[in-house]
C-alpha cells in the first residue's frame, strides 16, 4: 500500500516558481511510473510530467523548459520545480505512481494559483 501526500502549493504572480512536493509512505525506489497531472477549472485532467523507469524523464509541451521533475529516493520524495508560471498555470497538482504490477495510486492534490 502506498499513500501519495502532495504539498506546496498556493498563490503566486505570473513569473514566480513554485516547488510541489509529493511525499509516499512506501519505497519509492522500484516503479514503473511516477509523475504530475495538473486539473485545471472546468477542465479534464492532463498529463504535466513523469519519471518513467526510474530516471527517464518526460513533459507535457506546456511544461518543457519551465518544470522540472525530479526524485528524491532516501526522501520517498517526488518533486515538481515550476519557474515562469504563467496564469494558465493555475489547476489543482496531483501526483500519481504506477508501480511493477500495474497498480495506480493517487495524492489528494495541491492548488497552484497564478495570478497576472
Known amino acids: 500500500q502506498v499513500q501519495l501526500v502532495e504539498s506546496g502549493g498556493g498563490l503566486v504572480q505570473a513569473g514566480g516558481s513554485l516547488r510541489l512536493s509529493c511525499a509516499a509512505s512506501g519505497s519509492i525506489f522500484s516503479f514503473k511510473d511516477m509523475g504530475w497531472y495538473r486539473q485545471p477549472p472546468g477542465k479534464q485532467r492532463e498529463l504535466v510530467a513523469r519519471i518513467i523507469s526510474g530516471s527517464k524523464t518526460a513533459y507535457a509541451d506546456s511544461a518543457k523548459g519551465r518544470f522540472t521533475v525530479s526524485r528524491d529516493s532516501a526522501k520517498n520524495t517526488l518533486y515538481l520545480q515550476m519557474n515562469s508560471l504563467k496564469p494558465e498555470d493555475t489547476a489543482v497538482y496531483l501526483c500519481?505512481?504506477?508501480?511493477?504490477?500495474?497498480?495506480?495510486?493517487w495524492g489528494q492534490g495541491t492548488s497552484v494559483t497564478v495570478s497576472s
Open positions: 500519481y505512481l504506477v508501480t511493477t504490477s500495474g497498480r495506480v495510486y
